[in-house]
């Protein structure tokens, strides 16, 4: 069965520097979204991305974070300058567009990466 | 904008027992709405979702969840839990809007603790 993958499985940086967070969405997607978990908080929205460009971001996706579609297979992103603050487990997910008057699209999530910064 | 409440951070239960948790939500559109599970140290797994139809919907593991509009609820029910249920549940919801690409908001989720 396809699954969404992320690497690395647990990313430690310090403070200042740039992390760059991977995911491999599941082929035939054409929606992709990251998600956040700080440790013990509920998962939050950042970002989600379709045609190659951002569709919606949420207030916590400021200019140090940014993603990219770099190839035809890897969803990235990028944390510029990370903070203490940054520390969380990232979810990325992806959806297939079933069809242009579809509202729905299930989203698949992959395991996460723990990001540590210390 | 949308939100969901998840009022019970913990439902501790004992194994075989009935358990309900809790979901409400508020929306000014059509929603669509889920229940995901996660194991510890794992990602975010779908149980169940409620997208148009029959308000009683029923997802993996024996779960179930029945959509009440009036109430703005959505509560996940099981009649009989085993050990291996113990996780953290979280309900979400996304706004009905037509071309894909709908956000999730989550609940803070309830910690589920099955013991014998």
């Known amino acids: 069965e396809p699954e969404v993958t992320q690497t690395p499985s647990h990313q430690v940086t310090q403070m200042g520097q740039e992390v760059i967070l991977r995911c491999v969405p599941i082929?035939?997607?054409?929606?992709f979204y990251w998600y956040r978990q700080i440790l013990g908080q509920k998962v939050e929205f950042l970002v989600s991305f379709y045609n190659n460009e951002i569709s919606e971001k949420s207030e916590i996706f400021d200019d140090q974070f940014s993603v990219e579609r770099p190839d035809g297979s890897n969803f990235t992103l990028k944390i510029r300058s990370t903070k203490l603050e940054d520390s969380a487990m990232y979810f990325c997910?992806?959806?297939?567009?079933?069809?242009?008057?579809?509202?729905?699209?299930?989203?698949?999530f992959g395991p996460g990466t723990r990001l540590t910064v210390l | 904008a949308q939100s969901v409440t998840q009022l019970d951070s913990q439902v501790p239960v004992f194994e075989e027992a009935p358990v309900e948790l809790r979901c409400n939500y508020s929306s000014s559109v059509s929603v669509y709405l889920f229940w995901y599970v996660q194991y510890p140290n794992q990602g975010l797994q779908l149980l169940l979702k409620?997208?148009?139809?029959?308000?009683l919907v029923k997802g993996i593991n024996g779960f179930e969840a029945e959509f009440n509009k009036s109430q703005t609820s959505f509560h996940l029910r099981k009649p009989s839990v085993h050990i291996s249920d113990t996780a953290e549940y979280f309900c979400a919801v996304s706004e009905g809007l037509t071309g894909g690409g709908n956000k999730l908001t989550f609940g803070t989720g309830t910690q589920l603790k099955v013991e014998l």
């Open positions: 409620y997208l148009s139809g029959s308000t």
């Open positions: 082929s035939n997607h054409l929606y």
């Open positions: 997910a992806s959806s297939q567009v079933v069809a242009a008057w579809s509202s729905y699209n299930e989203q698949f």
